[in-house]
């Protein structure tokens, strides 16, 4: 039995009346495959957010890091959703709190905050975002992470591509050609990568749906960066890449809008520049690598049933080509 099967609701709702939240009963499962996360609503009107931590995946240590890093953000008065402080500590568990359950898990909670993905066709939109993101990364490059991981060629390449092949996900027919796309893929990525780039602490995952827009003529308009699980150390330009869509000159003109909030707050470095397609090619890998360990979750085949097939593998290797490719064109302009 996977462990997030023993989650159930009463568990859910035990955990929470132990810190002192009385539910109203009414509880909604949010969007997540990495932890599981639910909305409850409590007796005095208000809603919370409680993320349970898929069991293995973080230590206590790695995730208050995370949590003291959304707190120090939240002081400076920027505006990220960070865990609520009960009795002293952001990070619970069900087995201390003496909350019955066969597993003991970790969890955490936050305020609930409403919102929908940022218009990223929006020029006002962009420069907002730009510019707390240029604030996020001032509070980021004040000391380093200890215990979380890093944007970087080991950990997210070499290792995911380890995890494929010891899990045996890909069909016999694609493994041979996949380990040579691959490889060549991470022998580029890491020639890249060796340039003398200035990591600090990122949000790490800094993608649309990772961020709540509501509209400025609000009292707390604006953004509202969510979901700091993959904060990391890395350049950047990691949380800045993910935020272009449509074709090249459609990215080339969201980038540059982007920077000009940027610069606005804090100097960019340009050489990262060419980094963006390295670090798309690296996320391709590690999100392979990061389906293939959750392959066991219940909620696995439900979500994700074409990842064993041959239509995804030949995707993966026609993407990795086409990756290598653009990792030999000039970066984007601004």
Known sequence: MH?????TPD???DALGALGLVSDGRLSALSSYENRVYLAMLDSGEGVVAKFYRPGRWSVEQ??????FALELKQEEIPVVAPIEFNGSTVHSTRDLGVDGEVDFLFSVSPKKGGRSPELDDVEVIGWLGRYLARIHSVGERKDFVGRERVDVQTMGIESKKI??????????????WLQVCDSALEEIERVLQGPYQYLRLHGDCHPG?????PLEGVDGGPHFVDLD??????AIQDLWMLQSGDRRERSFQLSVLLDGYTSMREFDTRELKLIEPLRTLRLIHYSAWLAKRADDPSFVINFPWFWSSDYWQTQIDTLTDQIEAMH???LMI
């Open 210 to 214: 990772n961020i709540l827009w509501t």
């Open 230 to 235: 993959d904060a990391r150390m890395g350049p």
């Open 329 to 331: 064109e000039p970066p």
């Open 164 to 177: 494929l092949m010891r899990l045996e996900c890909i069909p016999e027919q694609f493994r041979d050609k």
């Open 11 to 13: 568990v859910i709702l």
């Open 3 to 7: 462990a997030y099967e023993s989650l």
């Open 63 to 68: 995730i208050k890091e995370e949590h003291a």
